[in-house]
């Protein structure tokens, strides 16, 4: 693993596939203008519109987003990662994909989202992922990059369930990536709270690609993009405007961090 700039997208997608991926394509060439080499994108970051309208445009949005993301990756010769977007299911419903692409364009590893989002809130949105997304089977993967560290995937609702980051951490995760649309209503109270406690836990970088502003209707996202130290430090923000929050990732920081914090060696209960 070297040391080397690392960039979480923000973006405000909406019902437009073709506006969205120009967006992307936009902050993608920010980004590594910028130094970034591993570039991450957002949840929906290819479509956010209604579920009707993401399950009867999903076999498009998910072809034009998987040719996006290799198409993106080899023209600006980066590590890609493709946050979230629906990939049909043989059963209707769709998987909530993250996909990670090299400089050549390959797919190194993919993970299809095992926990749904399915609240109530009080802003007056209610969200019902499970209606049309099919919860993935699998546990989240560890890409072993040699560049990069080893490399834990994971989308947004995720967050909010520490076994599954002890598990990435437990199969060897140095950077832990959490793309997400989180609401503006949950955002301001959890969001940060959130990432730094998955990050302070397993002494891990974070880096967490965001939604911010509306969208339609009255779906809002919090916004605020962050990469996160292993100590728990935010090294970089986004805002509230589409952008990137760019930081370095030092694989001595995790060293450090590790031997002065070793709680990944004390765990009693495994």
Request: with cysteine; aromatic share 8%.
């Amino acid at each position: 693993m070297k040391s080397y700039l690392a960039a979480a997208v923000q973006m405000n997608s909406q019902p437009d596939l073709a506006k969205n991926l120009a967006q992307a394509e936009d902050l993608i060439d920010l980004a590594v203008k910028r130094g970034a080499e591993l570039v991450c994108l957002p949840e929906n970051f290819s479509f956010l519109g209604t579920e009707a309208d993401k399950l009867s445009q999903a076999e498009q949005i998910a072809q034009a987003s998987e040719k996006f993301l290799k198409t993106m990756a080899q023209r600006y010769q980066i590590t890609l990662l493709g946050g979230g977007f629906p990939v049909p299911t043989k059963s209707g419903q769709v998987y909530n994909t993250a996909l990670l692409i090299d400089p050549a364009g390959k797919e190194l590893v993919r993970y299809e989202k095992v926990h749904l989002f399915d609240v109530n809130l009080p802003d007056g949105n209610t969200y019902k992922e499970s209606q049309t997304v099919l919860a993935g089977l699998n546990l989240p993967p560890v890409y072993p990059s040699k560049e990069y560290g080893n490399l834990g995937l994971s989308v947004c609702y995720d967050v909010r369930f520490p076994e599954l980051y002890r598990h990435l951490s437990q199969m060897g995760a140095e950077v832990l990536t959490v793309p997400a649309a989180f609401t503006a209503y949950t955002g301001k109270d959890h969001w940060q709270v959130l990432l730094q406690a998955r990050a302070i836990e397993n002494t891990c970088y974070v880096i967490a690609p965001a939604q911010t502003g509306k969208h339609y209707g009255i779906r809002q996202s919090h916004g605020h993009a962050l990469i996160i130290d292993p100590w728990g430090i935010i090294l970089a923000d986004a805002g509230e405007q589409p952008g990137v929050a760019i930081a370095a990732i030092e694989p001595t920081r995790i060293d450090q961090v590790r031997r002065q914090m070793p709680s990944l060696e004390h765990r009693v209960f495994i």
